[in-house]
């Protein structure tokens, strides 16, 4: 990771060290406050303003991408070499991983016939998780 940084011309400090790391040992889509929280529980004088510009800098050396489903809190994901999808629970909140593969074969066969040439897809879907089905029907089982 240091010499990666490095080819890209950033510096790693231990604070930069210790945000990179938290990162990539927390689940997949946090927020800044998440990530924040999670820094501060090993370093408390790191403060929110550098976990978001660190973030920020995890996304410009292309590790991480930004991601809006629904909620309005921009959450951060690592990238992934297959392509995801994502199923957004608007009661929880929580968010689940689908593989979108063949759905992204499809989508890249629909765009090139209109020679259009993609690189990126966002695939993102709301509604209600298993967990959540139970709660919102309320019938207490
Ligand atoms: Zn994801
Ligand atoms: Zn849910």
New binding site residues.
Partial sequence: MKEFLKTKGFKMTPQRELIFRSFFELD??VSVDELYDRVRQQDNSIGYATVWRNLKLICKVGLAEE?NIGDGITRY??I?KVP???LFCTVCKG?T?INVEQLVGLLAQAANSRGFTPDSFKIEVQGVCDGCHGKVEGNGQ
Avoid: C, F, I, P
């Fill in positions: 997949e889509h991601v994901d690592r992934t995801h999808g994502h968010v991983e």
